[in-house]
């Protein structure tokens, strides 16, 4: 692909991510619009609606799944594991977005991995910060997981951001071993 090719791809997806965190709807209008590029250069990359949202979650997910090494290079254990669940977080309220239809069909089109999430990126933050003996030993990367399953069932409120960062901030309370009795 050529790189102004490439960069219009990225622009689209990263617009199309804006359209529906914002829940402005639109559609594919409203992404050309974001990312300043002609209907028909987004219909050249993504024939239709459900493949650019497709393509959102497949960009998402890579980028959550490969987080993990990145995030602990830059940042102490345990706030490299809050920056990854606040991304989670930001990934559930986008999904949570979308409409009944479109999640049937990422369910639908990505078949069971749809329903498996990829936990390597949190296992490898997790264990890095019980390691470093700022979380407790007793938890699972998968028990994590279950834990901030609200953060994508959360109603689509004005307040939604701050509860979700409120409640994420205790359920890491939760896990995290005080200072002082490390």
């Known amino acids: 692909m050529r ?4 960069a219009n791809r990225t622009r689209i997806v990263d617009a199309a991510r804006a359209v ?3 829940d402005e ?3 594919m209008a409203a992404v050309a619009r974001r990312a300043g ?5 987004i219909y050249r990359h993504f024939p239709t609606w459900q493949d650019l949202v497709l393509e959102v979650h497949r960009v998402d997910m890579d980028e959550l799944a490969t987080a993990g090494e990145d995030l602990l ?3 102490p254990p345990f706030e490299a594991l809050r920056i990854w669940l606040q991304r989670l977080a930001d990934y559930g309220r986008l999904k949570n977005g979308l409409s009944e239809a479109m999640s049937a069909l990422l369910h639908q089109s990505l078949g069971p991995s749809a329903q498996v999430a990829d936990l390597s990126a949190l296992r490898l933050l997790l264990t890095a910060a019980q390691d ?5 030993t007793d938890i699972t990367a998968e028990d994590l997981f279950v834990l901030v399953g609200f953060l994508w069932r959360l109603e689509p409120t004005p307040d939604r951001q701050q509860r979700g960062e ?17």
């Open 3 to 6: 790189a102004d090719a490439a």
């Open 20 to 22: 529906l965190d914002a």
């Open 25 to 27: 709807g639109g559609g």
């Open 37 to 41: 590029v002609g209907q028909g250069t």
């Open 73 to 75: 290079g830059s940042h």
């Open 132 to 136: 470093a003996g700022a979380v407790r």
């Open 166 to 182: 409120r409640l994420l901030e205790v359920v890491l309370a939760g896990i995290q071993i005080p200072a002082d009795r490390s």
